[in-house]
């Protein structure tokens, strides 16, 4: 399967209004976003798991990515509210789950596969920074290493805001609003922007936003038997 395999291409899609897709597991359905390979893919996805749903313990061969938007996740290590960020790196394990039910935005097989640290940041009441050479633009730092930049930033209502992606750009808007080339993005809408991208943006929102990692891409997942 490929959906938005291109990534030499700008690609939006407005998540509230996309398919759920079922997964292979009662109760959990995806709005698929990109995607290369089957159930074990390179992917990104809004996922939602319905009350008492839960997968089967399983190892994140190339590493999970995941931000809560709304509800608790859960697995073995505790209880993940809406707001919390999470990198499973490759080789983590864990059986996940929801009881009451939630909704996360998930990508797959995109660690660098060196990459061991795993992280869980509550990001709710965390204090954000003012960048004083973009005016507008607040933001709060997730995760950083020698391929890619992830943060959650704050729009102000009105501001312009720039968006060049020499590397590459993915940004997905969780609260308020933006416009990009005279598209509006609602929350749960995802904008992908390729590599040396010179673009703006008119705001005011909360958006999650990952820089440079397109420059280059990892291998795509084989299916081995079991």
């Known amino acids: 399967m490929e959906i938005n395999a291109d990534f030499s291409q700008r690609v939006s899609v407005h998540g509230m209004g996309a398919a759920w897709v079922p997964s292979p597991i009662p109760g959990v359905d995806r709005r698929m976003f990109d995607r290369i390979g089957d159930e074990v893919a390179r992917a990104t996805s809004i996922v939602r798991y319905a009350p008492g749903s839960a997968f089967s313990p399983h190892v994140y061969t190339g590493g999970e990515e995941f931000l809560v938007l709304d509800g608790v996740f859960q697995d073995e290590h505790g209880d993940f509210p809406a707001g919390t960020y999470v990198r499973n790196p490759p080789t983590s394990r864990h059986t996940p789950a929801s009881e009451n039910g939630c909704n996360i935005f998930v990508k ?8 061991r640290s795993p992280i869980w940041i509550e990001t709710s009441d965390a204090v954000f920074s003012r960048q004083p050479q973009r ?24 501001s312009r805001v720039d968006l060049a992606s020499p590397g590459g750009l993915e940004v997905l808007a969780l609260d308020g609003g933006f416009v990009e080339t005279e598209e509006t ?26 820089r440079d990692h397109l420059r280059k891409l990892l291998a795509v997942p084989q299916i081995r038997p079991a």
């Open 135 to 158: 005016p507008g633009v607040e933001f709060l730092p997730l995760f950083e290493d020698r391929r890619e930049n992830v943060s959650l930033e704050r729009w102000s209502a009105g």
């Open 108 to 115: 797959l097989w995109q660690f660098d596969p060196d990459d």
């Open 185 to 210: 993005f609602n929350p749960q809408s995802w904008l992908r922007l390729p590599c040396n991208t010179v673009t703006g943006v008119t705001a005011g929102a909360l958006v999650w936003i990952k």
